[in-house]
């Protein structure tokens, strides 16, 4: 029989997380298994932006953040045994507003591998194209690679970051509600990426939309201001979960 | 009673608009009326002398016979120690905004911030008087110099009043990159210092030159701490290790001897348009850093 734990790509272990005083995350454990996607959900306030902040070291500055207890990528402790850079290079996260940065659409794809590195014109060509595909975009902006990235549409922007952090070749991929501002046909085409892109990479998904949730993720984990109530697999999340919050959370009867 | 009530209110509203409005317009005739008197003055050196004379003259004798207004040296002489004080100012200013902005923590910050504006509290004379005492044997000792008051002295002077200007306008402009890029570069895996030089200063970079251009104006209409500190001496410098006399001190130091009406009384006045021609083109040129800023 196969181990368990030896699939386990991230773990997280009795985390703990406030700023200030003020405590978002409490006893946090879960493991998160290579090419899944987890989605977490749960109603706003629950911590679950802190807690991609907290994967992803991004409180690293921020004077008021304090977390105890354990995350491991690949057995590696993140916080004690990798500069945040080496982390985030491998752990990419798709913020819910685009974040382009002031360059062309070729640029933007292009300045994480030439950031690491890459400067072979026709490798760099080669990822462009590649990511723009696997992010649903290369159709809609292959003529126009030099155009500012900041003058695509909202959700036409949302798909170039997504491209722009697989052009690092992450592992894993964080997604904050990335389609909180897109439109269903934007939606599906995020989805759709999503879905084949299991291949090659584990994902996590942030999603105030529930459905949502139901339609891409492998397994689903539910937090309610802090504290994770329930991970399972998502079918069983949608129709016979364990916790009664979590019941009335899907079934939307819910605050 | 209302009704009273009423009429006062409205009286107020009149008073306080019409007290506004002439406010505004005196502002702007102060303005026209110091920009004719300074034209009037100074252009009343030309009836007699040649503009072309005065324009590229190389030898300021205002009371020799007959006289000379060529004011080459005295523009060199301010084009020498501002670029000068832009040099030395620039890079300190980048590194303590980038520093101050970027890097230190916020307590840090914030006695920092408050320390580059202390030093715009200083009045310049003070700064000038200092520099005096201080700088200028400094200089003289390290460069084996005769005197020590030449031109790098007022630079490395100027540089420090550039700096309050400098340092918190572009800190301001740091500040106000919107903090997605930086996410997004940092998410891609940036270090600190790449997602600052790759991401933050060109976005920044518009507001940042509107800074330098405030600091360049700042600095080329000093006038008494340059005056105390660069010799003085109206030849064409050929280093900055000569003594130098900018327009400023040049009208500071002959106004009071000048006899009114004189043809070098009108001289000061016609030095007195360049510089403001000049101080204008470069305010002119940051208001459109700043306005291309606020677009983009
Ligand atoms: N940088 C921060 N400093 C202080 N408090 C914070 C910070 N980030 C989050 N919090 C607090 O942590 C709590 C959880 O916020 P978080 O953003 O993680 O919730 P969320 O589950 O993502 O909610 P939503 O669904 O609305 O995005 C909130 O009470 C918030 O005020
Ligand atoms: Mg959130």
Redesign the interface.
């Known amino acids: 029989m196969v181990d368990e734990t030896s699939k386990d790509k991230l773990v997280v272990k009795d985390l703990n997380v406030r700023y200030g005083t003020k405590e978002v995350l409490r006893q946090i454990s879960f493991a998160v298994r290579s090419n899944e996607i987890l989605g977490i959900i749960g109603p706003a306030n629950s911590g679950k932006t802190s807690l991609l902040r907290t994967l992803?070291r991004?409180n690293d500055n921020d004077?008021a953040f304090s977390m105890s207890g354990t995350v491991t990528l690949d057995g590696q402790d993140i916080y004690k045994k990798m500069a945040p850079?080496?982390l985030?290079?491998k752990m990419?996260?798709?913020?819910a507003?685009p974040?382009?940065?002031?360059l062309s659409i070729y640029e933007n794809i292009a300045?994480?591998p030439k950031?690491?590195g890459t400067r072979n014109k026709t490798a760099l060509n080669e990822i462009i194209e590649r990511t723009l595909r696997a992010s649903f975009l290369w159709d809609e902006v292959k003529d126009r690679l030099d155009m500012p990235a900041m003058k695509l549409s909202g959700g036409q922007q949302q798909r170039l970051?997504i491209a722009?952090?697989l052009a690092?070749e992450p592992e894993i991929i964080l997604y904050d509600e990335p389609c909180s501002g897109l439109d269903p046909i934007s939606t599906a085409k995020v989805e759709e990426a999503m879905t084949l892109l299991t291949k090659q990479f584990t994902q996590i998904l942030v999603t105030n939309n529930t459905k949502q949730a139901a339609r891409v993720s492998d397994r689903t984990a539910f937090f309610l201001t802090g504290e994770l109530v329930e991970i399972d697999e998502t079918q069983r999340i949608f129709t016979v979960p364990c916790d009664q919050r979590t019941e009335d959370y899907v079934s939307g009867r819910f605050g | 009673m209302k009704s009273v009530r009423r009429i006062w209110n409205r009286i107020v509203e009149f008073v306080i608009e019409k007290a506004i409005f002439l406010a505004g317009i005196l502002s702007i005739v102060f303005v026209v009326l110091i920009f004719v008197f300074l034209l009037k003055e100074g252009l009343s050196l030309f009836k007699e002398y040649s503009p072309l004379a005065f324009l590229f003259g190389t030898k300021w004798y205002p009371i020799s016979h007959p006289p000379s207004f060529g004011i080459v040296p005295l523009l060199l002489g301010s084009v020498v120690v501002t670029l000068g004080s832009i040099v030395i100012a620039v890079p300190l200013g980048v590194g303590a905004a980038i520093y101050v902005g970027e890097v230190a923590p916020v307590w840090l910050r914030e006695i920092l911030k408050a320390t580059v504006e202390f030093l715009a509290a200083i009045p310049s004379i003070v700064l000038g008087f200092i520099g005096l005492v201080t700088l200028v044997p400094l200089v003289k000792q390290v460069f084996h110099l005769q005197t020590g008051l030449t031109a790098i002295s007022g630079s490395i002077m100027l540089a420090f009043m550039a700096m309050p200007t400098i340092v918190s306008m572009m800190e301001d402009a740091l500040r106000a990159v919107p903090s997605s890029y930086r996410y997004g570069a940092i998410a891609l895996g940036a270090t600190r210092w790449q997602t600052i030089w790759r991401v933050m200063l060109p976005a920044a970079s518009s507001g940042m030159l509107a800074a330098v251009m405030l600091g360049i104006g700042r600095v080329i209409g000093e006038t008494m701490a340059v005056m105390m500190i660069t010799g003085n001496a109206a030849g064409i410098p050929t280093s900055l290790m000569q003594p130098v006399r900018t327009m400023t001190a040049t009208i500071a130091a002959e106004m009071g001897e000048a006899v009114q009406g004189s043809d070098h009384y009108f001289s000061l006045f016609a030095i007195g348009i360049v510089l403001f021609i000049i101080t204008f083109a470069i305010n002119l040129t940051a208001a459109f850093f700043i306005n291309r800023r606020s677009k983009a």
């Open positions: 992803n991004l004077a850079h080496t985030r290079r990419g996260i798709i913020f507003l974040t382009p940065l002031p300045y994480g950031l690491h970051c722009r952090t690092v």
